[in-house]
């Protein structure tokens, strides 16, 4: 009896959150920066968080020899692959990167860079897709460099996490 009342009065909540409060995403920018990150961004009750794993690049020239330079492609190559396919991921689930909240983003140095990740090619790519005219919503973000990825050669990584109002 107990956990049918609890279970009444949860719904009850529910319901009254789902109709009382209108589902927004509210973003803070960065106080006195155009870097085109969020400082914070808050999602009220009522709206749907969606968790999408980490995704990595294609191949740039799989005719190249397997997990070389030339077979992924440079930072900013291996970000713009990622991208590609995380808009193809968004749009078969009915969003794109509007709705995008919380990004982590995961770098392996590079030895051009004395084995320092290429933040520089990573925000090259990254800038054609956030901040944009066409699509300004930022996200909050994290770009942290990592000792390696899955395969060999691979120096980009991306998940997301991702509110529908």
């Known amino acids: 009896m107990k956990k049918l009342a609890a279970t009444c009065i949860l719904a009850g909540a529910v319901a009254l959150t789902a109709a009382g409060a209108a589902a927004e995403v509210k973003r803070h920018p960065l106080p006195g920066s155009d870097f085109p990150i969020a400082q914070a961004v808050e999602v009220t009750a009522g709206t749907a968080m969606v968790y999408h794993s980490g995704m ?85 973000r994290s770009a942290f460099q990592v000792a390696g990825l899955a395969a060999p050669g691979m120096l980009v990584e991306i998940e997301m996490v991702l509110a529908r109002p």
């Open 56 to 140: 990595t690049p294609r191949p740039a020239d799989p005719e190249a020899k397997r997990f070389s330079a030339e077979f992924w492609g440079d930072t900013e190559a291996q970000t713009l692959s990622v991208f590609t396919r995380l808009e193809e991921s968004l749009k078969a689930k009915g969003l794109d990167f509007g709705n995008v909240v919380k990004m982590q983003i995961f770098l392996v140095g590079v030895p051009e860079r004395n084995g320092a990740m290429d933040f520089q090619g990573m925000m090259r790519a990254y800038r054609k897709y956030f901040g944009t005219e066409v699509q300004p919503n930022l996200p909050a």
